[in-house]
């Protein structure tokens, strides 16, 4: 089946052809009409992943990666009579929410989804698990190299071409700098803590804002002191009373974090449900404190959005869905990052989903103040 959004200000179309692949068909009879949610609130937050061959095809790389992530994907080699590719890219994410559905990330919608935000550059800062996403974005983008390479800590910058009709001119760059806290020159780091501040302020082109931190945090008065000095430094400078107002306008996403799984090579498949989840107090890592941040960082964006009467900031809850994926971590030990293709790919997909609806709605305040 095939979800097809069709957005229209003053009646001008935009046709979105968002697929949602593997989908069973069935007909039910109620008479219960579903309680339609914003999306952006709940998208994501509940759900199950369902083995799905169909959406297996879809999701994979047109090449694979030469880094870590990748190196899964180069030593396959299913067995006679299996499925022939990574099981962990073979299960598709089912929200609990009917009408909220995860579309897929593709080439021709993203391009069509910045074009029409007018956002000519994709910025990610965070640390390493926010380098998979962009190496994410980059292959499911359909680019047969990889985006750059994470050992040069500054970052990269790099320019994607659409070369989709009617948008065969239309570029954006991806950015990717490396800092573990958010953190600018102000504040100690003893983790990467790169400059990044430079350059997002250095062009006056909207932004897609993509940032994280957390995953090297040990408690949470160091998190809570990271990330408000992160929004007191992005609001301070990008208000529209400062001369720095050209960033006002811009899209800004907090990927919450995700923690590791503990023994996750004696899981293969997903859980079924988040009570199988565990996440021991450790002296190494701070799995079981990630939640707690996210809700701080959730509570923050939430009272900073209404305090301003503003919502250009928002919430990429990719923690419910990531918790209950134990399986497609990298080998031999690594229990926190993923192989690529794999779940971190639907991050992606529910940031595309998220954009559609932020592109509705700044195309509905358009059209009632044109109409108004």
């Not at 990574?86 to 089912?94: C, I, K």
């Not at 002191?225 to 996403?253: K, Q, S, Y």
Request: hydrophobic share 35%; charged share 20%.
């Amino acid at each position: 089946m095939v979800l097809l959004f069709i957005l229209t200000a003053d009646e001008t179309v935009l046709h979105l052809h968002l697929p949602l692949v593997g989908e069973e068909a069935t007909t039910t009879a109620t008479t219960t009409k579903e309680v339609v949610p914003n999306c952006l609130e709940v998208r994501g937050s509940s759900g199950k992943w369902i083995h799905d061959l169909s959406y297996a095809t879809e999701a994979q790389y047109n090449s694979t990666l030469d880094e870590q992530a990748g190196d899964a994907s180069r030593r396959f080699k299913p067995s006679s009579g299996t499925v022939p590719y990574l099981p962990a890219s073979t299960y598709r994410w089912q929200d609990t929410f009917e009408s909220c559905q995860t579309a897929l990330f593709t080439r021709d919608g993203i391009c069509k989804v910045l074009h029409q935000l007018n956002i000519t550059r994709v910025f990610f800062v965070g640390d390493s698990l926010s380098f998979m996403m962009v190496q994410s974005f980059w292959k499911l983008f359909g680019s047969h190299d990889d985006p750059g390479d994470q050992g040069a800590y500054g970052g990269f910058e790099r320019v994607l071409d659409c070369d989709c009709v009617p948008l065969a001119s239309f570029s954006f760059k991806v950015v990717y700098t490396r800092n573990d806290h958010l953190t600018n020159e102000s504040i100690p780091c003893a983790d990467v803590c790169m400059d990044w501040w430079q350059r997002y302020m250095s062009s006056q082109e909207r932004t897609l804002f993509v940032v994280n931190t957390g995953a090297h945090t040990t408690g949470a008065h160091v998190f809570q002191r990271d990330f408000d000095a992160f929004v007191d430094l992005m609001d301070t400078n990008t208000n529209t009373n400062t001369i720095h107002h050209h960033h006002g306008n811009d899209i800004i996403f907090f990927r919450t974090t995700v923690p590791g799984h503990v023994n996750c090579r004696n899981h293969p498949i997903p859980f079924s449900n988040r009570s199988q989840f565990e996440a021991p107090p450790s002296p190494q890592f701070s799995w079981n404190k990630f939640e707690l941040y996210n809700e701080y960082a959730r509570q923050r964006v939430r009272n900073r959005n209404r305090n301003r009467n503003n919502s250009d900031w928002f919430e990429l809850d990719v923690n419910p869905m990531t918790v209950l994926r134990p399986d497609g971590h990298r080998p031999p030990n690594d229990c926190l990052h993923y192989m690529l293709p794999g779940p971190p790919d639907w991050w992606n997909h529910l940031m595309y989903s998220n954009l559609v609806d932020i592109l509705v709605q700044e195309l509905n305040v358009e059209n009632e103040r044109n109409t108004g």
